[in-house]
């Protein structure tokens, strides 16, 4: 079992930047590939990064390439999604995830996942 908890969500203006982090604990961290996703209102679910069980392997989507860097320290069981130049369409609950198998994007792959915090840019 894997509890995720993450933090550093709030408000920011467009251009702003934000860390995101999730704390996970029980068993091995680095057994597991971790995501983030995110929902906005009225949408589904959608990936946004996910790094391998080394971190050694990073993964985006394409709507934030270049804007954000996911990051995991094994040793502090964490993982982080710096995000810079925000904009309005990244408002969502953003989410942490852990998969015990190698994946990247597909959802029913990751076994666990946090409660979510909320990012909202303002215009």
């Known amino acids: 079992q894997v509890q995720l908890v993450e933090s550093g969500g709030g408000l920011v203006q467009t251009g702003g930047s934000l860390t995101l982090s999730c704390a996970a604990s029980?068993?091995?961290?680095?057994?597991?590939?971790m995501g983030w996703f995110r929902q906005a209102p009225g949408k589904e679910r959608e990936f946004v990064a996910a790094?391998?069980?080394?971190?050694?392997?990073?993964y985006y989507a394409d709507s934030v390439k270049g804007r954000f860097t996911i990051s995991r320290d094994n040793a502090k069981k964490t993982v982080s999604l710096q995000m810079n130049s925000l904009k309005p369409e990244d408002t969502a609950v953003y989410y942490c995830a852990a998969a015990s198998v190698f994946t990247t994007a597909r959802e029913k792959d990751y076994d666990y996942w946090g409660q979510g915090t909320q990012v909202t840019v303002s215009s």
């Open positions: 029980g068993r091995t961290f680095s057994a597991y590939v």
């Open positions: 790094i391998s069980f080394s971190g050694a392997r990073t």
